[in-house]
T-cell receptor, first 113, second 114 residues
Framework: AQTVTQSQPEMSVQEAETVTLSCTYD???????LFWYKQPPSRQMILVIR??????QNATENRFSVNFQKAAKSFSLKISDSQLGDAAMYFC??????????FGKGTKLSVKP | DTGVSQDPRHKITKRGQNVTFRCDPI?????LYWYRQTLGQGPEFLTY????????KSRLLSDRFSAERPKGSFSTLEIQRTEQGDSAMYLC????????????FGPGTRLTVL
């Protein structure tokens, strides 16, 4: 079965600092996609970054980057130069067999000014 | 590109009533997904459509739930005889099949069953 585990229910970071959110997953697929989505309070979920499993290079989007460890089935998100607007729930997800997304339980990120 | 829209944003109903939600996907997206998100959890897959065909239903989708996507455009999700356990956020997402896997989400419909 495909699963996604986020072991940090809450994290906190000082503005301008760096924070890493953890995610592990399990899959028997050889070709798969991994995602980080952000869900601000009372606002819709938006894609932060995606990683294709066959690509060895870690994905990067501006201040957001991932550390993709395929053998360890680990997919962590690093946020650099944290901003107040980064405060949100962050969900790690993988693509399911029907193209649906399988999500972890999320990590609530607080940013302190 | 106006994004995925959902209506209503909030719905309060009494137990036993029927409710219907609507989702309008991004116009060129042929795949449409429904998810349910309860407090403190990540979204869980309910069902999806490719064009007008409903291709998969999760075991979470009981017989009281039905979804349609007439003409492959907007979709509706109906819950009959609502129960308090149905209280959740219902999310809709859409994407283009065969062109990457990024799903774009709507703002959700928050259902409260009293």
């Amino acid at each position: 079965a495909q699963t996604v585990t986020q072991s940090q229910p809450e994290m906190s970071v000082q503005e301008a600092e760096t924070v890493t959110l953890s995610c592990t997953y399990d899959t028997s697929e050889s070709d798969y996609y991994l995602f980080w989505y952000k869900q601000p309070p009372s606002r819709q979920m938006i894609l932060v970054i995606r990683q294709e499993a066959y690509k060895q290079q870690n994905a990067t989007e501006n201040r957001f980057s991932v550390n993709f460890q395929k053998a360890a089935k680990s997919f962590s998100l690093k946020i650099s130069d944290s901003q107040l607007g980064d405060a949100a729930m962050y969900f790690c997800a993988q693509r399911g067999s029907q193209g649906n997304l399988i999500f972890g339980k999320g990590t609530k990120l607080s940013v302190k000014p | 590109d106006t994004g995925v829209s959902q209506d209503p944003r909030h719905k309060i109903t009494k137990r036993g009533q029927n409710v219907t939600f609507r989702c309008d996907p991004i116009s060129e997206h042929n795949r449409l997904y429904w998810y349910r998100q309860t407090l403190g959890q990540g979204p869980e897959f309910l069902t999806y459509f490719q064009n007008e065909a409903q291709l998969e239903k999760s075991r979470l989708l009981s017989d009281r739930f039905s979804a349609e996507r007439p003409k492959g455009s907007f979709s509706t999700l109906e819950i009959q005889r609502t129960e308090q356990g149905d209280s959740a956020m219902y999310l809709c997402a859409s994407r283009v099949s065969g062109r990457g896997d990024t799903q774009y989400f709507g703002p959700g419909t928050r259902l409260t069953v009293l």
